[in-house]
């Protein structure tokens, strides 16, 4: 079975970290751009950051930058987001999205592909 499996989130205190993972499993990611979206109750989806083929990263979001870094690790078929200084407007349902290409940079955010259920992130005190 194809598909994408994110874990790593919870909840965590405002200042805090998360690194949230993103598992390919049937596919290997080699091939793929994957970026990060994240929705919030009430909100539309907003998507994060992306990493190309080659590991390049694109942050489309401002209040993440600085924040928010994306890497990924081949040998592990799985892409990472790495979150620091968290706040309580970061709290949503975290997920990741692959999508095939021959381009090795920059990364595109995923419009069709692979798409994993999320995994929520909380921040409260």
């Known amino acids: 079975q194809l598909q994408l499996v994110e874990s790593g989130g919870g909840l965590v205190q405002p200042g805090g970290s998360l690194r949230l993972s993103c598992t390919a499993s049937?596919?290997?990611?080699?091939?793929?751009?994957i970026g990060w979206f994240r929705q919030a109750p009430g909100k539309e989806r907003e998507g994060l950051l992306c990493?190309?083929?080659?590991?390049?990263?694109?942050n489309y979001v401002d209040s993440v930058k600085g924040r928010f870094t994306i890497s990924r690790d081949n040998t592990k078929n799985t892409v990472y987001l790495q979150m620091n200084s968290l706040k309580a407007e970061d709290t949503a349902n975290y997920y990741c999205?692959?999508?095939?290409?021959?381009?090795?940079?920059?990364?595109?955010?995923?419009?069709?592909?692979?798409w994993g259920q999320g995994t929520q992130v909380t921040v409260s005190s």
């Open positions: 999205a692959a999508q095939w290409t021959v381009v090795q940079s920059p990364c595109v955010m995923p419009w069709g592909g692979y």
């Open positions: 049937g596919f290997t990611l080699d091939d793929f751009t």
């Open positions: 990493i190309s083929k080659s590991g390049s990263s694109t």
